[in-house]
């Protein structure tokens, strides 16, 4: 399956500084990766799809001007929280579909606490 | 996309077979069904994936009744190690590829 690894495993911010987190698919060219927010004792939340060459499509309720999305390449793509306060604190994930099957594989995820 | 229903959570000791049990009632002709596993603090990990009837692989089995409305994963003999939350998805090549989770369901082994 895909290898997909995500930087940086944490990060702690200040608020209102932005936050980049890198997602990259080390074995697989992927035009379409997926961003979650994952909160303590919740389930994976889909925030956005990243579409290499074009915009994200976000989910309902996803600001996307807090979230940039920007894929590049088609091994990398990267989430930035912006102007980010602690409420955004979560651990963040993506994830790539594989080749030929339908299952997904995902990135190790970052912990974002936002001080 | 199908809507899955999961036990929210379940016991088990060392050395049994754990099946959990998921309803996925409104599941379309073309949907996969597939399972994952996360620890905390850890991306989710494919677990196995079928689309009827039985699929098996070196952790788990996969049992897909005929109407294809409910799936159970069979974990043979667990172990303490294999404490996670397990996800079942259903879903193929609609909605472009997303993969949208459910509440999955806490299994806690026990010594």
């Known amino acids: 399956g895909a290898v997909v690894s995500q930087h940086p495993s944490w990060v702690i911010c200040k608020s209102g500084t932005s936050v980049k987190i890198e997602c990259r698919s080390l074995?697989?060219?992927?035009?379409?990766m997926f961003w979650y927010r994952q909160f303590p004792k919740q389930s994976l939340m889909l925030m956005a799809t990243?579409?290499?060459?074009?915009?994200?499509?976000?989910e309902q309720g996803v600001e996307k001007d807090k979230f940039l999305i920007n894929h590049a390449s088609l091994t990398l793509s990267t989430l930035t929280v912006t102007s980010a306060h602690p409420e955004d604190s979560s651990f963040y994930i993506c994830s790539v579909r594989g080749g030929t099957g339908t299952e997904a594989f995902f990135g190790q995820g970052t912990r974002l606490t936002v001080v | 996309l199908a809507k899955t229903t999961q036990p929210i959570s379940m016991d088990s000791y060392e050395g049994q077979e754990v099946n959990i049990t998921c309803s996925h009632n409104?599941?379309?002709?073309?949907?996969?069904i597939t399972w994952y596993q996360q620890f905390p603090s850890q991306g989710p990990r494919f677990i196995i994936q079928?689309?009827?009837t039985k699929v098996t692989n070196e952790v788990a089995s996969l049992f897909i009744p005929a109407d294809r409305k409910s799936s159970t994963l069979s974990l043979p003999r667990v172990s303490l190690s294999d404490t996670a939350v397990y996800y079942c998805?259903?879903?193929?090549?609609?909605?472009?590829?997303?993969?949208?989770f459910g509440a999955g369901t806490r299994l806690f082994v026990k010594a």
């Open positions: 079928g689309y009827k």
């Open positions: 074995d697989f060219q992927a035009t379409t």
């Open positions: 998805l259903v879903g193929g090549n609609t909605g472009g590829f997303k993969t949208i």
């Open positions: 409104n599941i379309a002709t073309n949907d996969y």
């Open positions: 990243s579409n290499e060459g074009s915009k994200a499509t976000y």
